[in-house]
């Protein structure tokens, strides 16, 4: 990872600003077109959540800002975001994950393969591997939503959160939200914008 010159950089203001509110988070729920996505699944006999966390994952990586983070109020930004996925056990309850990035499906698939494993096995919530280089993310596959709420530490925080719904039918398409929460501090919409738009891309690709 490298540091970033604050002093040097164009949103020197708007990070100080931010980052000074007890929570500079702002979100958004947002559709996207899985339509192409479920049928490469069921034509691959791939999982559905592996398959659209990946091009999420791809897009992640994709934007500058999603990879920046705070820590002790300097801006860092990694080489490589992982997923750290809420994942669900058969007893009903969920472990959290650290899924490590690869640009290729199958390596990503595996590793997600290998924590559902690992959470299945165990009563722990915590992944034995953690840190700040990764989005939080949790899917929501039991109901649909136009608006989503992150729980809220109090603790400073700069980690994306992004949240998955049910997939919907509208017309021909079959539509997913997703919740996106962002720190303003690191990310504006016009950033958001841009990991919507890559995500999209990758979804659509055959």
């Known amino acids: 990872m490298k540091k970033i010159d604050l002093e040097n950089w164009n949103r020197k203001l708007h990070f100080k600003h931010f980052n000074a509110l007890v929570d500079p988070y702002f979100g ?22 592996a398959l659209y966390l990946h091009e999420c994952m791809k897009a992640i990586n994709a934007v500058k800002n999603f990879k920046y983070r705070i820590i002790e109020d300097e801006v860092f930004e990694f080489d490589v975001i992982n997923a750290s996925a ?10 959290f994950s650290f899924i490590e990035f690869s640009d290729n499906f199958e390596e990503f698939n595996a590793n997600i393969e290998k924590e559902k ?27 649909s939503f136009t608006s989503q709420k992150e729980p809220f530490s109090g603790i400073k925080d700069s980690v994306p959160k992004l949240a998955f719904s049910k997939t919907y039918k509208d017309g021909d398409k079959l539509l997913m939200n997703v919740g996106i ?9 016009y950033h958001v914008g841009q990991f919507t738009d890559k995500f999209q891309e990758n979804l659509n690709r055959p």
């Open 28 to 49: 958004l729920t947002i559709p996207f077109d899985v339509s192409l996505a479920s049928k490469k699944s069921k034509a691959t006999n791939s999982s559905f959540f």
């Open 86 to 95: 809420t994942l669900l056990r058969a007893d009903k309850t969920f472990g």
């Open 117 to 143: 494993q690992r959470v299945n096995e165990s009563a722990e919530l915590y992944p034995p591997v953690n840190g700040l280089d990764c989005i939080h993310c949790s899917a929501l596959p039991w109901f």
């Open 181 to 189: 929460s962002v720190s303003h501090a690191l990310v504006d919409g």
